[in-house]
């Protein structure tokens, strides 16, 4: 699930993530982010009770049917010997 983390300050924000990366915010400044980043690191979680960072998740657009267009089948590959004269 894809999320949207937001510096909430005028001073630039660096945010440690779960996978050892490392955003650095500027001021207002919106980052999208994986769910699995952000999950239950303490460092993110005291960001968000200072109000240091908002993140929101983003949702996720409508699946609509698309027209499949049935694909022509592709001619089996044939190998031609070069011809030999003696």
Do not use: F, Q
């Not at 999950?39 to 499949?68: A, D, M, Q």
């Amino acid at each position: 699930m894809k999320l949207r983390m937001k510096n909430l300050t005028r001073r630039p924000v660096s945010v440690l993530c779960n996978s050892g990366r490392s955003y650095h915010l500027p001021p207002k400044y919106e980052y999208e982010i994986s769910a699995n980043e952000i999950e239950g690191n303490p460092y993110i979680n005291k960001l968000l009770g200072r109000k240091v960072v908002e993140i929101t998740r983003l949702s996720e657009p409508e699946k609509t049917e698309k027209e499949t267009v049935a694909k022509k089948p592709r001619a089996a590959r044939v190998d031609k010997a070069k011809k030999t004269t003696k």
